[in-house]
């Protein structure tokens, strides 16, 4: 006999092995806990930069001036307020006053810092703004080398092995401090990012695939969850702790001890049942028939072959490994990914942007950072609440469309009218945090296993693109006040628009071939056409 149950509460009847992975119970819950500790770690590295190359306050060193060397100089000119360029002192002594300066002023060589609580007074990047804003910049870049890196990875090697390379691989900032010039620290911070962001994609797909359909959408807002915990978490701790080499190693040095996943931590039973690797699958699967109490007939998985396994899960039994070729040549698969493609990188511009022209809110700028990151909160709820509700793809439609409306009006209200200014950028910071998680999700179920990882990987790299775009948004102030609100509308506008053309993706399995991706279409394309046949044939 068998039930149809999606908890453990009770499963006092015999289950048929097919239906293993659709019970979730004890076995989930540790496994996403596991998951989701890199991604609070990797999301606390991922905005480090925030604070550890923050702007501090400097002025131009004049020696025959200085007797304490200190920021504060009382006798400091009161008409010179460049930090860039030195009044010339008109005296030889030392010691000088208010009125030891002319007016002629010559090019800064030497700086004094108010503090060294970032990396710009280590560096002495004083007066080069475009060098504390590429920190930033490579980050991401060495972030969107990660996604392909470990989407690649987690096809080729597994989930399991590239979420605790990318996890583990956190620790190499702590080299970032022993950092004696600007190159080197662009050169450690990049590949910081190159190996740790992975992490995201390795651990959102073995979440989401370890699973059953209805907690999908649970999975990904509980990993989302995560990430805005790591950045709170991040802010929290810079408040006490402001000085960057401290704060790089608080946030770092933990991660050496993920190296223990290599014995708690899971691979995908989908991945290993797909690669033949079926002893080690039906170890797994035993393991969350023992962890979540389920009644199944052991021998009968014990005398399942490779194939019977597959068949069992729906996966196809084709031998053939799926790559990038076997995606071009499937127009469902290659139209599935465009407009994920831009849907990723869409909601990444947005929420960035938005994040980055917020910096105008009075207050402290810990405290800022930190309410930002726990407005993404609700989001996850609404997101999570109505795409179970009515489906993946049509709350996603709405939620762009009125992201990007929002967004537009932020940008046109007057800064007079500051309390309806602020509303419709929450509104859309709130929207832009619902879609981000739903759209994650929504392109984990869009791609089959055999090429989930690769895939996703690009996806992301998608978001990495808008992350950068979205950062320098505040640019565009110069050439127009309402010109970011516009490129944030268009994008989002756009996205809602191509969400039509993929398909709703709630309550079914996940695909585990691009076969089966290529079948579906085709029978969804024959039954629209027979229904418009039968129509017109009613007509006649």
């Known amino acids: 006999m068998t039930k149809d149950i999606n908890t453990c509460e009770d499963n006092s009847e015999t289950v048929r092995v097919s239906d293993i992975l659709e019970i979730s119970g004890k076995y989930q819950i540790l496994q996403y806990l596991y998951l989701c500790l890199p991604a609070i770690f990797v999301s606390m590295i991922n905005v480090n930069y925030i604070f550890v190359a923050d702007e501090v306050n400097y002025r131009c060193k004049i020696p025959e001036c200085e007797t304490n060397f200190t920021y504060t100089a009382p006798w400091w000119p009161n008409s010179h307020f460049d930090e860039c360029t030195k009044p010339i002192s008109n005296t030889t002594d030392y010691g000088c006053t208010n009125d030891s300066f002319t007016s002629a002023t010559e090019e800064c060589t030497d700086w004094i810092y108010e503090n060294h609580d970032t990396v710009i007074s280590q560096l002495d990047l004083a007066c080069q703004p475009w060098k504390r804003s590429s920190i930033g910049a490579v980050h991401s870049i060495g972030m969107a080398v990660a996604m392909l890196v470990s989407g690649w990875m987690s096809d080729v090697i597994g989930r399991k092995p590239a979420l605790i390379i990318s996890s583990v691989g956190c620790f190499i900032g702590n080299l970032k401090p022993l950092a004696t010039s600007y190159t080197m620290y662009i050169f450690l911070e990049f590949l910081e990012a190159a190996i740790s962001g992975g992490a995201y994609a390795a651990g959102g797909v073995l979440m989401i695939e370890i699973g059953n359909k209805n907690n999908r959408m649970l999975a990904g807002v509980l990993f989302a969850y995560a990430i805005y915990m790591g950045e709170a978490l991040f802010a929290i701790i810079a408040m006490f702790v402001p000085y960057w080499k401290s704060l790089i190693h608080i946030i770092c040095s933990p991660t050496i001890l993920f190296l223990v996943y290599i ?19 039906k170890y797994t699967l035993k393991e969350m028939i023992k962890m979540n109490k389920i009644k199944v007939n052991a021998e009968e998985l014990d005398a399942m072959d490779e194939d019977e396994l597959k068949r069992a899960y729906n996966i196809g ?26 849907c990723r ?7 960035y942007g938005l994040i980055v022209n917020s910096v105008g809110l009075p207050g402290d700028k810990y405290v800022n950072f930190l309410l930002g990151a726990i407005m993404s909160f609700p989001g996850e709820l609404i997101s999570m609440y109505v795409m179970n509700k009515f489906g ?10 009125f992201c990007g409306i929002a967004c537009v009006a932020y940008g046109y209200v007057p800064q007079s009218y500051t309390g309806l200014k602020i509303s419709f950028f929450l509104l859309g910071k709130l929207l832009a945090s619902a879609c981000y998680t739903g759209i994650v999700t929504y392109t984990m179920e869009l791609f089959p296993t055999s090429v989930r990882g690769s895939l996703l990987g690009l996806c992301t790299l998608a978001s990495c693109s808008g992350n950068m775009l979205g950062l320098l948004t505040p640019m565009l102030a110069s050439i127009s006040s309402v010109l970011a609100a516009i490129c944030f509308g268009f994008t989002a506008i756009t996205a809602s628009a191509l969400l039509i053309l993929t398909p709703e993706t709630r309550d079914l399995p996940l695909a585990d071939t691009i076969e089966q991706i290529a079948t579906s279409a085709t029978n969804v394309r024959n039954k629209k056409k027979g229904e418009e046949n039968l129509a017109y044939d009613n007509q006649k």
């Open 263 to 281: 014995i708690i931590v899971r691979e995908s039973p989908r991945w290993l049942i797909l690669n033949g690797k079926l002893a080690e699958a």
């Open 317 to 342: 039994t084709d031998k053939k490994k799926e790559g990038f070729k076997e995606v071009y040549k499937c127009k469902e698969i290659l139209k599935r990914f465009l407009v994920a493609f831009e």
């Open 345 to 351: 990188f869409t909601v990444s511009f947005i929420y």
């Open 392 to 401: 993946r793809r049509l709350p996603l439609i709405y939620g762009y469309l």
